[in-house]
């Protein structure tokens, strides 16, 4: 017989005890199940297999069930989110990396091998924790890169994280207003911007631990992304693209850029069908 990994203590919380509070306390037996998991630092498939597996720091589970149950978001307390297929820090700097970004990193990445054969400028604008960056970085080892933010602290996150990547010499941070802060003209950019209604984000109870400057669009949520729009020609070299995440509500603008830019802008669907990324080409 094989040693168990597994150091047992008689006066330790167990898993599955931890697994029973915090589906209580959660109201979700899946949300306390990934909340212990976090904890642990394991798989949910190990979690599950020992569920005699003591919680050694048993206050500090306590403390991250009730922040939890309070609607602080996993990954502010594990410091960890998945992205593109990579882990990044987080810190409530910074907003927390969210999955339907990866169609544009998928996007941007797509157009960069097309257009330049990966090699290419790029700038990401709002660049938050820098998870857009940083991979375009690492799946684009010809592109040189720039990436902004409005937010030195969040700036400080993403600086952080490609420093965990080893990308930080491909990358220049700079604080400032949209493309304020860029150089020149790149072939290539790429912006998450907030886009969400300031009315709809007032409302919003499950957005209330993120930097609301990282959120919020104004009235319609498209402020920041018009503003950035009537900037694009001069940071843009010719036959350059930009690849702008957007919600359903901010689709108008493509006809809007055309009206006041030219070039093209077309909409991209996400898996949904519904719209999710404007592309446009000088
Ligand atoms: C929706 S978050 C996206 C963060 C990150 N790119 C991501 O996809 O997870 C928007 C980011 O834009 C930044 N931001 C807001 N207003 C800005 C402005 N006027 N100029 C530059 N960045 C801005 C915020 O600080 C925030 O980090």
């Known amino acids: 017989m094989t040693d168990s990994p597994i150091v047992r203590d008689n006066t330790s919380m167990l898993v599955e005890e931890a697994l029973t509070l915090a589906g209580k306390a959660l109201g979700d037996r899946r949300e306390g199940q990934y909340l212990v998991a976090a904890f642990l630092d394991i798989g949910l498939a190990d979690l599950l ?50 999955p339907e970004t990866e169609l544009l990193v998928e996007e941007a990445i ?29 799946e684009l080892p010809h592109a040189r890169l720039w990436a902004t933010d409005l937010s030195a602290s969040a700036l400080e996150v993403a ?10 010499s491909r990358i220049t941070f700079l604080e400032g207003d949209l493309l304020d802060p860029l150089p020149g003209p790149v072939d290539l950019l790429v912006a998450n911007l907030p886009y969400v209604s300031s009315t709809w984000l007032a409302g919003e109870p499950s957005i209330a631990f993120e930097p609301r400057q990282a959120l919020d669009g104004g009235e319609d ?36 850029a055309q009206e006041h830019l030219g070039g093209t802008a077309a909409i991209v669907p996400d898996l949904a069908g519904k719209p999710r990324l404007m592309r446009l080409r000088t």
């Open 49 to 98: 297999a020992h569920p005699e597996r003591p919680i050694t720091d048993e206050s500090g589970f306590r403390r991250w069930l009730e922040e939890r149950a309070e609607g602080k978001p996993l990954a502010y307390l594990s410091h960890r989110q998945d992205f593109f297929g990579r882990t990044f820090y987080i810190d409530e700097r910074a907003l927390i990396p969210r």
């Open 110 to 138: 797509s157009l960069a091998q097309k257009m330049y054969q990966g090699d290419c400028t790029i700038a990401d604008i709002g660049a938050g924790s820098g998870c857009i960056a940083i991979t375009l970085a690492l």
């Open 159 to 168: 600086r952080k994280n490609a420093l965990d990547h080893a990308v930080e």
């Open 221 to 256: 949520g498209a402020d920041l992304l018009r503003r950035l729009l009537l900037l694009l020609p001069l940071y843009l070299r010719s036959s350059g693209s930009a690849l702008l995440e957007i919600g359903e509500e901010q689709a108008f603008l493509a006809e809007w």
